[in-house]
């Protein structure tokens, strides 16, 4: 009885020590994105970066907490040390870089528009004159719009919230909205709301602005942070986390970083 009551106790002190090893990793993110992160009717966060970071931590043997932010205010939350690290589909651009670091890239969406049906509009500056269209504050839809197609004549207007921009479609504000296809798709087409609308024409594309894939964005010079997620990342990659999640949440969309 006492070696075994010894085991317990020995036992007891693995799993604490273990449990002391982990870092406590707090991911910043904002809340409104499906299917990347939202609440469900329970107030629970739920979507396809909410089960990867979850995934990350467990094979990088991190303590996850999440912490919440509008999309554009991600960057300046992160340089106070709010958090530790951004995970809400932020795509690794030059422009970004400047200001934060990233790990390797996690998995890539293409960019598209979203009309409504019948409207024979196209991603082009040309198509798009005189119309009005909605994108998110902060994110790299807005950037791409505001600089290939605001000064030919395009109306673009930002917004806090992508489900404002959908609201606002419905309404009849907007002629339509530059978005990741995969939000789009599930966060609205395939919705009541959604019905009547469809993607116009092909992704629109610039490296430049549209960035190599979504990343965790880090606080430059955090270096074994980076270092840690980066071979976390390199896992979930290889054992099919993250091709598993993108048939979970974007059926039929290839998420491959590699391009």
């Given amino acids: 009885m006492k070696k075994l009551n010894a085991l317990f106790v020995a036992l007891g002190m693995l799993t604490s020590a273990h449990a002391l090893a982990q870092e406590t990793l707090r991911y910043g993110l904002e809340s409104q994105y499906p299917p990347f992160e939202s609440r469900n009717a329970q107030g ?20 996850c907490k999440w912490v919440e932010s509008s999309f554009d205010a991600l960057i300046p939350a992160l340089q ?3 958090f530790d690290a ?9 422009a970004r870089a400047k200001s934060i670091d990233f790990t390797k ?3 890539r969406i293409p960019t598209m ?15 798009l004159k005189g119309k009005n269209i909605g994108v998110l504050q902060g994110s790299i839809q807005e950037t791409y719009a505001k600089k290939h197609w605001e000064a030919q004549g395009v109306t673009v207007t930002s917004y806090q919230d992508q489900n404002q921009v959908y609201n606002d479609m419905v309404a009849g504000r907007l002629d339509g909205t530059l978005v990741m ?3 789009g798709q599930s ?3 395939e919705k009541p709301q959604g019905k009547g609308f469809a993607f116009a ?4 594309e610039d490296d430049t602005i549209l960035g190599t894939g979504i990343g965790f964005g880090l606080r430059k010079g955090d270096d074994k942070l980076k270092q840690e997620l980066d071979e976390a990342i390199t896992k979930v990659q290889a054992d099919g986390t993250v091709t598993k999640l993108a048939a979970k949440f974007f059926p039929g969309i290839d998420v491959s970083a590699s391009k």
Avoid: H, R
């Fill in 44 to 63: 629970e966060l739920e979507g396809f970066d909410i089960e990867l970071g979850k995934a990350i931590c467990q094979v990088g043997n991190f303590d």
């Fill in 80 to 82: 106070a040390k709010k």
């Fill in 86 to 94: 951004i995970n809400s589909a932020m795509n690794i651009t030059e």
């Fill in 105 to 107: 890239p996690i998995y």
């Fill in 113 to 127: 528009l979203i009309v409504k049906e019948g409207e024979k509009l196209l991603p082009t500056a040309e198509s």
């Fill in 181 to 183: 296809s995969a939000a």
């Fill in 187 to 189: 966060g609205f087409l």
């Fill in 201 to 204: 024409g092909k992704p629109v």
